[in-house]
C-alpha cells in the first residue's frame, strides 16, 4: 500500500517507520526542513530504541522517504495517516490547529479518493470535523472517507509497543474504509478491535485517563501508608496479584509526566465538560498528581528548615527513563522551587541535558556523570529511575556526598539494601531510614 505519514513526532515517525518496515512504501511529510533533512540521511531526530536502524533499512530498501514538500508526499498516496501534535491550550483543551492544517493541506494536494487516517489523539467528533473540512476544500468532487486509528505506544518503548501492542483500535462509519485499515495493520499480528468513529476516539482518552487514574490511586495509598507504617510496595504486590487489578501502573512515586497523561486527562475533563459532566473522579486524579509533584520539597524542608546555600544532586531530569523528553517532567516544577529556596543545584541525566537547557530558566549546572552530580551534595533528590540511578552502590552516596541524605521520588532502593547502608533515606508511601535509629 502506498502511504503517507503527515507529521514526524513520536507518533508519525514511528508509525511511519513501522509500516514501512512491513512492507508498505511510506513517505513521511513534515513542514519542518531541517527535519526531513536529517531523517533523509537516516539520522532520528527523537531519541527511541530501535528507531534508527530501522530508519536506515527501509531508506535503504527505498520503503521510506522523507519530504518537507505535501504536493510530493501525497502523490500517489492511497492512505493519508494525520500524526501531527495536539498540544494542550491554557483552558486544558487539545489544540487542533495542526490537524485542521494537514486537513486542509491534504485537500488541496489529492487528485483521488483517498482514505485519511487519524492517528494524533484528537476530541471525540475531530474525525467528522476533519473529514468536512477536507471534502470541503477538494477540487474536482474528490471525497475522502476517514478513519479513526489511535496510538497506545510509550515514549522509550514505542518501536516495540508498536510491533508487540495489545491492540490495534480501528474506528471507521465506512466498512471499505475500516477492511483497508485492517489490512494494513494485518502484518503486525495483533488484535484488531473494529468500532465506530467517536468510540476509537473515545477508547484513546479513557485508557490514558485509566492508567492515569491507576497511578494517582497508588500515590494516595502511599501517602496514607506512610502516615500509618505501612509500605506501599507490599500493599500494591498484593493487590497486583488480583487478576481484576493486575500489577502494573501501581508504583507509587512522584507523579506521572509526559505528553500524553496531563493533556490528555485535562482534555477528557473539558469534553466531559462541553457535555455537561462534571468529570470529578478524574479532576482529584489530576489534582492529586499535582501534588505529588512536590511531595518530595515537604519532606526536604522539614528534614532541614532552609536549604538555602546547600548542594543539591537531582539525579534525572526526564519525565521517565530511557526517552530525554521533559514534558511535565515533575523535574520542571522541583528544580525552580528548590532554586527559589537558595539551594545550589547540579541535575544529572544521561541523555536529557540539552533538552533540559532549553527548558529550564533557572540557573543550575547539568552533568552526565552521576558521580560528579553527587560530588560534595547535601542531599539527593531522586526524579528519573534511570537504570543507571537504580543500579547504584549506595556506599558511593556516602562516599561522594558531604551528608549522605536522599530523598528518593522513584522509589529505586529496596528497604533492606537501604538498611544495611549508612544513607539517611525518604521515599515514597514507605518507612523512612535514620541511621541514628537503628543506632
Ligand atoms: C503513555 C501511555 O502509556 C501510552 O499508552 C500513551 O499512548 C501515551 O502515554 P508515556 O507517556 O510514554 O505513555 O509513558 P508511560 O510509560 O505510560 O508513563 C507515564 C508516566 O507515568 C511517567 O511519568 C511514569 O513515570 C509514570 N508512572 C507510570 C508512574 O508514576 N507509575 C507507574 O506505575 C507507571
Redesign the pocket.
Known amino acids: 500500500m502506498k502511504i503517507a505519514v503527515i507529521g514526524t513526532g513520536y507518533v508519525g515517525l514511528v508509525t511511519g517507520v513501522a509500516l514501512s518496515e512491513v512492507g508498505h512504501s511510506v513517505t513521511c511529510i513534515d513542514v519542518d526542513p531541517s527535519k526531513v533533512e536529517k531523517l533523509s540521511q537516516g539520522i532520528p531526530t527523537i531519541y527511541e530504541p530501535g528507531l534508527e536502524e530501522l530508519i536506515k533499512k527501509n531508506i535503504v530498501e527505498h520503503r521510506l522517504s522523507f519530504t518537507a514538500d505535501h504536493k510530493t508526499g501525497l502523490k500517489d498516496a492511497e492512505v493519508v495517516y494525520i500524526a501531527v501534535g495536539t498540544p494542550q491550550r491554557k483552558d486544558g483543551s487539545a489544540n487542533l490547529d495542526y490537524v485542521e492544517q494537514a486537513a486542509r493541506d491534504i485537500a488541496v494536494n489529492i487528485d483521488k479518493n483517498i482514505v485519511v487516517v487519524i492517528k494524533s489523539t484528537v476530541p471525540v467528533g475531530t474525525n467528522f470535523h476533519i473529514r468536512d473540512i477536507i471534502n470541503q476544500n477538494t477540487k474536482n468532487g474528490i471525497h475522502v472517507k476517514i478513519a479513526s486509528n489511535p496510538?497506545?505506544?510509550?515514549?522509550?518503548s514505542a518501536v516495540k509497543d508498536t510491533f508487540h501492542g495489545d491492540r490495534i483500535v480501528i474506528g471507521s462509519e465506512d466498512e471499505v474504509a475500516g477492511d483497508i485499515l485492517e489490512a494494513i495493520n494485518k502484518p503486525f499480528n495483533m488484535p484488531i478491535v473494529r468500532t465506530d468513529i467517536s468510540s476509537a476516539e473515545m477508547i484513546k482518552y479513557s485508557?490514558?485517563a485509566f492508567?492515569a487514574t491507576?497511578?494517582s490511586f497508588?500515590n494516595e495509598i502511599a501517602n496514607i501508608c506512610e502516615s500509618l507504617g505501612a509500605n506501599v510496595e507490599e500493599v500494591a504486590k498484593g493487590m497486583g496479584f488480583d487478576h481484576r487489578i493486575g500489577p502494573?501502573?501501581?508504583?507509587a512515586?512522584i507523579?506521572?509526566?509526559?505528553?500524553?497523561?496531563p493533556k490528555d486527562t485535562n482534555a477528557l475533563v473539558q469534553l466531559a465538560g462541553n457535555a455537561h459532566h462534571e468529570f470529578n473522579l478524574l479532576k482529584s486524579v489530576i489534582e492529586v498528581n499535582n501534588h505529588q509533584q512536590t511531595l518530595l520539597l515537604n519532606k526536604i524542608l522539614s528534614r532541614f528548615g532552609s536549604i538555602k546555600g546547600k548542594r543539591v544532586a537531582v539525579l534525572g531530569l526526564a519525565?521517565?527513563p530511557h526517552t530525554d523528553d521533559l514534558r511535565e517532567s515533575p523535574a520542571l516544577v522541583m528544580i525552580p522551587k528548590l532554586a527559589e529556596l537558595g539551594a545550589d543545584i547540579v541535575a544529572y541525566d544521561p541523555i536529557a541535558v540539552s533538552n533540559a537547557r532549553k527548558q529550564i530558566d533557572v540557573s543550575i549546572k547539568y552533568t552526565e556523570d552521576l558521580n560528579e552530580a553527587l560530588k560534595k551534595a547535601d542531599f539527593t533528590v531522586i526524579i528519573t529511575d534511570w537504570p543507571a540511578v537504580k543500579k547504584i552502590d549506595l556506599s558511593l552516596f556516602s562516599k561522594l556526598m558531604r551528608s549522605a541524605v536522599v530523598f528518593d521520588g522513584r522509589n529505586c532502593y529496596s528497604l533492606d539494601a537501604v538498611r544495611k547502608s549508612s544513607i539517611e533515606y525518604y521515599s515514597i508511601g514507605r518507612p523512612d531510614h535514620t541511621p541514628e535509629l537503628i543506632g
Open positions: 496510538e497506545f505506544l510509550r515514549e522509550g485508557s490514558n492508567l491507576k497511578i497508588i502494573d501502573f501501581l508504583k512515586g507523579g506521572y509526566g509526559g505528553s500524553c497523561f519525565f521517565k
